[in-house]
């Protein structure tokens, strides 16, 4: 049997929430619509990158587009670089990695323990913890913050893909890590917008062969969003 007091609750709440959304949410929409369609992501425009000859200022791929489609081609890009992360810790010796051959058959038993423990502090040697991780972190951020993505977007960005590389592409071969799981984010992050910004230095007068050179091996993301030639526009009125 129904409790009445349950049932006036219940009467009132709706009440509330159907009077909230007649003063608040039906003017304010009617104002401001929203268009939930595939087409608000701009699918079928392209927003390459160029030089804007007006501004003397660079204007990065997808810089105005919606962070939706920076998210969908950055998060690309990071499950494409995960592979080749991937590949190259399996070619390495077991005592770099300590990903143990033997232990590579109870994956099921691992993703278990990783969900169900706590991460630890790993042992693995330091460059790998303090070099590799940081240079990670930053091409995650740089995956769209070279797509013009606020600073905050892109580190959140990081955060997020740190924490699946951490507990999906690892989870089933070691403990997630303490180390990796703070280092990969946060100085990631740092060291992808001092990157970023070095980057975008270079861009206004064109790259030299070297500083080509530096943006590939340290900033691989830009190099890929954002390539080295671009046109040169004045925007019209």
């Known amino acids: ?38 087409h608000s992501f701009n699918f079928n425009k392209h927003f390459p990158p160029y030089y804007d000859s007006l501004s003397h200022r660079f204007i990065l791929r997808n810089e105005k587009a919606t962070f939706g489609r920076k998210f969908l081609r950055g998060s690309l890009e990071v499950v494409g670089y995960n592979i080749l992360s991937t590949a190259l810790l399996f070619v390495l010796p077991e005592h770099v990695t300590n990903w143990h051959q033997p232990y590579l058959g109870k994956v ?19 460059y790998i913890n303090y070099l590799g991780h940081p240079y990670q972190g930053a091409c995650y951020y740089n995956a769209v913050r070279s797509q013009g993505a606020k600073f905050w977007q892109a580190g959140l960005f990081c955060l997020g893909h740190s924490l ?17 799981i703070v280092v990969t984010p946060v100085v990631g992050s740092l060291l992808g917008e001092l990157i970023h910004y070095g980057t975008v230095k270079m861009s206004r007068n064109g790259f030299t062969w070297y500083e080509k050179t530096f943006v590939c091996i340290f900033n691989p993301m830009f190099a890929i969003n954002n390539g080295f030639k671009y046109a040169r526009k004045t925007p019209a009125f």
């Open 164 to 180: 699946v590389w951490e507990y999906i592409a690892e989870g089933g071969l070691e403990q997630p890590s303490i180390q990796d």
């Open 1 to 38: 049997m129904v409790h009445f007091c349950n049932v006036k609750k219940t009467f009132l709440f709706l009440f509330f929430a159907l009077w909230f959304s007649k003063i608040f949410c039906i003017p304010y929409f009617s104002i401001h619509p929203v268009d939930f369609s595939l």
């Open 108 to 126: 099921n038993e691992q993703y278990r323990k990783t969900f169900s423990h706590a991460p630890v502090v790993d042992a693995d040697v330091w």
